[in-house]
């Protein structure tokens, strides 16, 4: 039977939990485990679009980062946000993780004068009329014909 034990909560780090949520597939299970209740870890139901070796090593990350314990119960597999012990060793930082937009669901921002793609100004407008250069660079010549002395 495999073991999934987790780090002793005075043992987690910040970077490696800040790591852990870096990625968009763990940050949104995380979310998902914020109401504290462990859920299954079947890759069905958490609306990842990932395989489940894929889930199954998201999972691991979480736990080994000190985020989430594995809860066993015969073969159920259920993982849990350690949210208690998470708020005492960094008080703030799930209910800042939790308060932080979507990733990918904020819109652009509009654009400011000093930006390129802001609207023509004098600053902009001196680079929209500049010639463009061209970056193309130079052909070199057919290396079997080079070496043959024919040109190419």
Wanted: net charge neutral; hydrophobic share 40%; glycine share 6%.
């Amino acid at each position: 039977m495999p073991d999934f034990p987790s780090p002793d909560m005075s043992e987690v780090d910040l970077i490696a939990i800040m790591r852990a949520l870096g990625d968009p597939t763990r940050l949104s299970i995380v979310r998902q485990l914020a109401d504290g209740r462990p859920k299954s870890k079947t890759a069905e139901g958490w609306g990842c679009d990932v395989t489940k070796s894929t889930m199954a090593h998201h999972f691991r990350i979480l736990r080994e980062s000190g985020l989430t314990h594995t809860l066993v119960n015969g073969r159920e597999h259920a993982i849990q946000l350690r949210r208690a012990e998470l708020d005492h060793r960094f008080p703030g930082l799930i209910d800042a993780v939790l308060a932080a937009p979507e990733p990918g669901a904020a819109e652009r921002r509009p654009a400011k004068a000093s930006e390129p793609d802001a609207a023509p100004g004098p600053a902009n407008a001196a680079r929209a009329s500049a010639p463009e250069h061209s970056t193309a660079r130079a052909q070199k010549p057919d290396t079997a014909a080079a070496r043959a002395g024919t040109p190419a």
